[in-house]
């Protein structure tokens, strides 16, 4: 007869857990869970930080197109920059063009500088990892002519 209670117990080994052990589970997660979502909470914000990163890189590039063609000008490069910021769905961009384009001589390099400060464009409330930080990126190109 004991011998039953000890196959039974092999095979079902939950029911004869200890009632000391009841609520381990609970704690562990309480412990680990608070670590883990600061860990998941962390990645998507260097993502995003990341994917803006390189959206100020394609801006400043279309920029810098749109800077070096001969019928260019200071608004147009901006405007530029910002149609493509916003087709993507970031809004808030400091442009910064110099020379002027209208004003540039052909084969002079023309550099087209983007910033934002990523509270403007993370999706946490109040982002605490790279709050203050600017994201920014800047193109050269020369100017065309003859």
């Known amino acids: 007869m004991n011998r039953r209670r ?24 309480a412990i680990v869970a608070p670590l883990f979502f600061l860990l998941i909470i962390g990645i998507i914000e260097i993502g995003r930080a990341m994917m803006v990163q390189q959206v100020l890189i ?12 001969l019928s260019s000008s ?5 405007d530029a920059v910002t149609e493509y910021a916003n087709g993507v769905g970031i809004s808030g961009l400091s442009v910064e063009v110099s020379p002027d ?8 390099a023309i550099t087209v500088d983007v910033e934002i400060d990523f509270q403007e464009v993370s999706w946490m409330p109040a982002p605490w990892f790279m709050g203050g930080k600017q994201l920014g990126a800047s193109s050269v190109m020369r100017k065309e002519g003859f």
């Open 6 to 29: 000890l196959v039974a117990a092999s095979r079902h080994p939950s029911w004869r857990r200890s009632p000391r052990r009841r609520g381990v589970a609970a704690v562990e997660f």
């Open 101 to 108: 384009p209208a004003a540039a001589a052909a084969g002079q």
């Open 58 to 69: 394609n801006a400043s590039r279309v920029g810098a197109r749109r800077a070096i063609t």
């Open 74 to 78: 200071e608004q147009a490069v901006t």
